[in-house]
């Protein structure tokens, strides 16, 4: 098990590095492993990739992402404005589908309504809207449809595992019950965990993942 000491240097190392991320407002604890991040960011986009970058650094066990949403100097658009804008960019990030979407807004808060087929577009949906400028937070409720036979899900998502470097395929079991699927075993970080909870995401007909896998420190 990695020291505290050497975790939280190379946290902070890994948030200045990253070019989405303005360090200078964040402060970094770390206990038996796990990462507290206080402070500002300036978007919610921000304080997402923020937690994204820690998730990055070996030895990190958990992370508590305590974050404020603090809008830069200008002032805060209004949630009609919001709204409108949340609708322009879901046309630009997903021009076939951004009608089945409906973004609500209330007090900066974003809550993403609607159906769509796959994983990835209810992802690109979220992520367009977390970038606007006065968005303090996104839930994303957008469903998905189910497409695939259990079987055929497994089937796919462990042949997608064998595919990938940045998996070992052998450390990772699959379970599909219907459309949700669950995942076990132990792997050695949290953007390896990541990496197979976005694997199995991406397999069709699923609506459902349960990461159970541990990470060893």
């Not at 002032?75 to 804008?85: F, K, L, V």
């Not at 808060?109 to 367009?128: F, I, K, S, Y």
């Not at 076990?184 to 609506?207: I, K, M």
């Amino acid at each position: 098990m990695r020291a505290d000491t050497d975790i939280k240097r190379d946290v902070e190392a890994e948030l200045k590095w990253a070019p989405d991320v303005s360090e200078t407002d964040i402060a970094v604890k770390v206990t038996g492993g796990v990462v507290a991040l206080t402070g500002y960011a300036a978007s919610a986009y921000e304080k997402y990739r923020a937690e994204a970058a820690v998730k990055r650094v070996r030895g990190v066990a958990a992370v508590a992402n305590d974050l404020a949403v603090r809008s830069p100097l200008g002032g805060m658009p209004t949630d009609p404005e919001i709204a409108r804008d949340a609708v322009a960019a879901l046309k630009i990030e997903l021009p076939l589908f951004w009608e089945e979407i409906r973004p609500i807004v209330k007090g900066g808060h974003v809550a993403l309504e609607g159906t769509v087929e796959w994983h990835n577009q209810r992802e690109r949906a979220e992520a367009a809207v977390r970038r606007l400028h006065g968005v303090l937070s996104v839930r994303n409720s957008i469903s998905l449809k189910p497409r695939l036979a259990p079987t055929e899900i497994k089937h796919r998502i462990e042949e997608a595992f064998r595919r990938s470097a940045a998996l070992d395929a052998h450390k990772v079991m699959v379970d599909a019950n219907g459309s949700e699927v669950t995942l076990r075993g132990e792997v050695r970080s949290w953007a390896e965990r990541d990496q197979a909870q976005q694997t199995a995401w991406a397999a069709p007909g699923v609506l459902t993942v349960k990461n159970e896998i541990t990470v060893r420190i």
